[in-house]
Nanobody, 113 residues
């Protein structure tokens, strides 16, 4: 059974930093990454990494967020710097096995003064 457990969300002031972590179990994952969903909006891509370590980012977060992955631990981490109020959302981790997406429960990130 595939499970993803996220941690690290919270409240931070504009310009601050947060790190989100996601631990996956139950398989070998070809891709791992993050989406986010703000209130009243669709779920949007944030960042992803593939098994060889290549990373891809949404334009809105490129240069501010860094995704990393530990294949041995099936863990993906999202370091978020220079946070803005528009980064406020529920952040969802995902992992892929054979083109099947699995999702975490989500963690709230709120950027506010």
């Amino acid at each position: 059974q595939v499970q993803l457990v996220e941690s690290g969300g919270g409240l931070v002031q504009p310009g601050g930093s947060l790190t989100l972590s996601c631990v996956a179990s139950g398989g070998v994952f070809s891709g791992m990454g993050w989406y986010r969903q703000a209130p009243g909006k669709q779920r949007d891509f944030v960042a992803r990494t593939v098994i060889d370590g290549a990373a891809y980012y949404a334009v809105s977060v490129k240069g501010r967020f860094t995704i990393s992955r530990d294949n041995a631990k099936n863990t993906v981490t999202l370091l978020m710097n220079s946070l803005k109020p528009e980064d406020t959302a529920v952040y969802y981790c995902y992992a892929v096995i054979s083109a099947q997406y699995y999702w975490g429960q989500g963690t709230q990130v709120t950027v506010s003064s």
